[in-house]
């Protein structure tokens, strides 16, 4: 063996046991739930109420007891946490991505991301990373995971996954029945939610977001199947008539909802129907300096649908529509969408939805949190709920890019990261 080979064969070792070793750290079992005292607060709620400066938040058990002004009475045993007017607001809720890793969750976690519905795991990755989350195996945040998009052509895939449905595969999943059926073998997946397609994909040069998928009757089917098993139905639709075929359906939320007409926008507000617009992971694609697609072609088409994306959710907002914010993204390490947090999806409601930074944090925490059906018990800062924080040096209502850098982030009661020292 060479002397250069050996250096090289050195050089791996010592790569692979640096790799092994962060992995070890990464992935180390979470901290226990702490009693704390955090005094001394900006509290933003996350309901839309104005700011509360000298405010405290105790936490016992996980769960927050108390928010009120001025400093508690001090308890012993118990962790206190002078913020010196620094603000909280509570964790974010990305309403729609693609964590599969239990890397990619604690990315996620450590970006502010305490709840995340994650649509669309192909391969049953997400379920096992919440799965190990839920037992306390590893770091991230809670997941509600969906299995495969539920579409006519759902990919070989789907297929390897649930192969009693591979009578399809050399044609298309239709008919109301069959769709019920796909559903019901999610369930017993595990799923906590199912995600259908309404229209074809955006993200595809290859495919036309304009294009309907599933008809009407296929996801009321769906929906009324999901509901029976207590679960809810997001709907991934672009074009107008997949909208409006999935709203009248009777879907929690609408996914994108590129070129919803106004009579569906009005529908949508009669019905309660969520809109989870996306915008974060739209304006990339459509960047012109290419960076999350070097198709130049798709980068075209994306850019001529953020104009009409920018108005549907104007005009949501003016209908009172309950507009979540997401990332679409994954939060893994070298790929484009894993870059992308939930601030950046904040920031594009302020600057082309219309909406306050205050609204806009409302948008990543209550409504979030109204989408996945668990505002009971996240969401907001309030007593009775779980202690789901983050801590920023600034008031992101005069500075929002203080979203970015969290201090501290607090899941469960679970002291999770920890910048403020």
Same mark, same amino acid.
């Given at each position: 063996?060479?002397?250069?080979?050996?250096?090289?064969?050195?050089?791996?070792?010592?790569?692979?046991?640096?790799?092994?070793?962060?992995?070890?750290?990464?992935?180390?079992?979470?901290?226990?739930?702490?009693?704390?005292?955090? %005094?001394? $607060?900006?509290?933003?709620?996350?309901?839309?109420? $104005?700011?509360?400066?000298?405010?405290?938040?105790?936490?016992?058990?996980?769960?927050?007891?108390?928010?009120? /002004?001025?400093?508690?009475?001090?308890?012993?045993?118990?962790?206190?946490?002078?913020?010196?007017?620094?603000?909280?607001?509570?964790?974010?809720?990305?309403?729609?991505?693609?964590?599969?890793?239990?890397?990619?969750?604690?990315?996620?976690?450590?970006?502010?991301?305490?709840?995340?519905?994650?649509?669309?795991?192909?391969?049953?990755?997400?379920?096992?990373?919440?799965?190990?989350?839920? @037992?306390?195996?590893?770091?991230?945040?809670?997941?509600?995971?969906?299995?495969?998009?539920?579409?006519?052509?759902?990919?070989?895939?789907?297929?390897?996954?649930?192969?009693?449905?591979?009578?399809?595969?050399?044609?298309?999943?239709?008919?109301?029945?069959?769709?019920? +059926?796909?559903?019901?073998?999610?369930?017993?997946?595990?799923?906590?939610?199912?995600?259908? @397609?309404?229209?074809?994909?955006?993200?595809?040069?290859?495919?036309?977001?304009?294009?309907?998928?599933?008809?009407?009757?296929?996801?009321?089917?769906?929906?009324?199947?999901?509901?029976?098993?207590?679960?809810?139905?997001?709907?991934?639709?672009?074009?107008? /008539?997949?909208?409006?075929?999935?709203?009248?359906?009777?879907?929690?939320?609408?996914?994108?909802?590129?070129?919803?007409?106004?009579?569906?926008?009005? +529908?949508?507000?009669?019905?309660?129907?969520?809109?989870?617009?996306?915008?974060?992971?739209?304006?990339?694609?459509?960047?012109?300096?290419?960076?999350?697609?070097?198709? %130049?072609?798709?980068?075209?088409?994306?850019?001529?649908?953020?104009?009409?994306?920018?108005?549907?959710?104007?005009?949501?907002?003016?209908?009172?529509?309950? %507009?979540?914010?997401?990332?679409?993204?994954?939060?893994?390490?070298?790929?484009?969408?894993?870059?992308?947090?939930?601030?950046?999806?904040?920031?594009?409601?302020?600057?082309?939805?219309?909406?306050? /930074?205050?609204?806009?944090?409302?948008?990543?925490?209550?409504?979030?949190?109204?989408?996945?059906?668990?505002?009971?018990?996240?969401?907001?800062? $309030?007593?009775?709920?779980?202690?789901?924080?983050?801590?920023?040096?600034?008031?992101?209502?005069?500075?929002?890019?203080?979203?970015?850098? /969290?201090?501290? %982030?607090?899941?469960?009661?679970?002291?999770?990261?920890?910048?403020?020292?």
């Amino acid at each position: 063996m060479t002397l250069a080979r050996v250096i090289l064969l050195r050089m791996r070792q010592r790569l692979l046991l640096a790799a092994t070793l962060a992995a070890l750290c990464a992935f180390a079992r979470p901290s226990r739930a702490q009693d704390l005292d955090i %005094v001394n $607060a900006t509290v933003i709620d996350g309901t839309g109420a $104005a700011p509360r400066a000298g405010s405290h938040v105790r936490i016992r058990g996980g769960r927050i007891v108390d928010v009120a /002004p001025g400093p508690p009475v001090e308890a012993a045993g118990v962790r206190r946490i002078d913020l010196a007017g620094r603000t909280v607001i509570p964790g974010l809720v990305d309403a729609h991505a693609h964590i599969a890793t239990p890397d990619a969750a604690r990315r996620a976690l450590e970006s502010g991301v305490t709840t995340a519905r994650v649509l669309g795991d192909t391969f049953l990755q997400a379920l096992g990373t919440r799965d190990l989350i839920r @037992g306390g195996h590893v770091p991230g945040p809670e997941l509600l995971v969906s299995s495969s998009i539920i579409r006519p052509s759902p990919g070989i895939a789907f297929y390897q996954l649930y192969p009693q449905f591979g009578r399809f595969a050399s044609g298309q999943l239709r008919g109301a029945d069959v769709i019920a +059926e796909v559903v019901r073998a999610q369930v017993a997946r595990g799923v906590d939610v199912i995600k259908v @397609g309404a229209s074809e994909r955006a993200g595809l040069a290859s495919t036309d977001p304009r294009r309907s998928e599933l008809t009407e009757d296929e996801m009321r089917a769906a929906v009324e199947t999901a509901r029976a098993a207590g679960r809810h139905v997001a709907a991934h639709a672009h074009g107008r /008539p997949g909208v409006r075929a999935a709203v009248r359906a009777g879907v929690r939320s609408i996914e994108h909802g590129t070129y919803v007409d106004d009579d569906t926008l009005a +529908e949508m507000q009669r019905r309660g129907t969520f809109f989870v617009p996306t915008l974060a992971v739209m304006s990339p694609l459509g960047d012109p300096r290419g960076t999350s697609a070097d198709d %130049v072609a798709l980068q075209v088409r994306t850019y001529h649908m953020m104009g009409p994306l920018r108005a549907a959710v104007r005009k949501a907002k003016g209908l009172g529509i309950p %507009v979540a914010a997401a990332t679409d993204g994954s939060y893994a390490d070298g790929d484009d969408t894993g870059r992308i947090r939930v601030a950046h999806d904040m920031e594009l409601l302020v600057q082309h939805g219309g909406f306050t /930074p205050l609204e806009a944090i409302t948008a990543a925490t209550a409504t979030g949190a109204r989408v996945l059906d668990i505002a009971a018990r996240t969401g907001t800062i $309030a007593a009775g709920l779980e202690a789901d924080l983050v801590v920023l040096d600034r008031n992101p209502l005069d500075d929002m890019t203080v979203l970015f850098e /969290p201090l501290l %982030v607090i899941s469960d009661g679970r002291v999770v990261l920890d910048r403020l020292y």
